[in-house]
């Protein structure tokens, strides 16, 4: 397969409610320097994967309002491949979309799709599997998806099922599991057949295609109304989005199909996709602190996240294991433990009058 049939498509449409308040609906997660790197969370997607796939065939879709934003932060990738949604539809229909804008363009292409918002520390190893996978997707009819080694019982993420060996790069999917509860997740990394499941996607636009009109016929019709990278495409997109079925990728299609396979990886991998999941990864001062300014002082107080903006002196005194964000809207305190309802606490917000304007 030669590298110009090698694509990218990279997922950057969410709002990161687990992430508020520094995640934002004007400014969600995949576009901030999180961590402290000097390099956005889709800059750094764009980063690993440009080393393997050229600048013209990565594709970004997003929220039509985050367009100028993802060009901003991504000026190497050509303006016409970001794409943007009119409507949040979940991942089924963005992967169709993005298939047949692809396909159109290059019949034999093998994509990966990637969300914009993860971290991969062992970039190495990602790069290796990602060949890897992109030669066996490209001569087969595989749905393939990259498994994460877990290492504890996360309830945070959905789990993947392998059976038996194909050979020793990847194994047939037998289940895809939501997230499920701790008894569950522990007896599922007991079990040793478990893997993550990153949300990394690999296959030919073939197979893809062809697996949708098996599963999601009605969107597969939907879709075909429109004609792909022509000057009528977006008013298409614009006219058939709300009547799409809102479903994910996972459940759409990855768990009917018979047809695919898991590539386990270590990968150094998070979706830093909470507060605790930043908390983890991020540097601690020596009471295990993690803190992003310079002007804070912590008395009689460990295992905190304390995320404010640089222009505040902070002062906290007896807390353990605690969340505080404070930005120009915003004064979040929780417990750590408590990440999990932070998207709970969003809803609410919108429910209170003139609430809006704060997430």
Not at 12 to 19: C, K, L, Q, V, Y
Not at 31 to 42: A, E, K, P, V
Request: aromatic residues 10%.
């Amino acid at each position: 397969m030669s590298k110009s049939d090698q694509y990218c498509v990279i997922m950057a449409g969410g709002i990161g409610s687990r992430f508020w308040p520094l995640s934002t609906q004007k400014f969600p997660k995949q576009f901030q320097d999180i961590l402290g790197t000097g390099r956005t969370m889709i800059q750094q997607t764009y980063d690993r994967i440009s080393k393997i796939i050229p600048n013209e065939n990565i594709f970004v879709i997003t929220n039509k309002e985050y367009i100028a934003l993802s060009h901003q932060q991504l000026p190497e990738v050509p303006l016409q491949n970001i794409v943007g949604e009119p409507l949040m539809k979940n991942t089924s229909a963005c992967n169709l979309y993005m298939a047949n804008k692809i396909a159109e363009v290059n019949p034999d292409a093998t994509m990966i799709v990637l969300p914009a918002d993860h971290l991969i520390l062992k970039e190495d190893i990602f790069l290796e599997k990602v060949k890897i996978a992109l030669e066996i997707a490209s001569d087969n009819d595989y749905l393939l998806t990259l498994g994460i080694t877990p290492t504890r019982p996360d309830t945070g993420y959905g789990y993947i099922q392998f059976v038996e060996k194909k050979n020793s790069e990847y194994y047939k999917v037998k289940t895809f599991t939501e997230k499920p509860m701790l008894e569950l997740a522990k007896t599922f990394l007991e079990s040793g057949d478990f893997l993550w499941n990153a949300g990394i996607f690999v296959w030919n636009v073939k197979s893809i295609r062809k697996a949708f009109e098996i599963f999601l016929p009605e969107m597969t019709q939907q879709f075909i109304a429109c004609e792909y990278n022509a000057e009528s495409e977006e008013s298409c997109i614009e006219l058939i989005y709300p009547k799409i079925q809102k479903v994910s990728i996972d459940n759409g299609i990855l768990e009917k199909a018979k047809n695919v396979y898991v590539i386990p990886a270590d990968l150094g991998w998070s979706d830093l996709g909470t507060w605790n999941s930043i908390f983890e990864h991020s540097e601690k001062d020596e009471h295990n602190n993690s803190v992003n300014i310079k002007t804070a002082l912590t008395y009689d107080s460990t295992g905190n996240i304390i995320h404010a903006k640089s222009n505040k002196a902070v002062v906290i005194d007896g807390l353990q294991d605690f969340i505080i964000v404070d930005t120009d809207k915003v004064l979040l305190i929780c417990p750590r433990e408590h990440d999990q309802q932070i998207k709970d606490y969003v809803l609410d917000l919108k429910g209170l009058k003139k609430g809006e304007k704060y997430v």
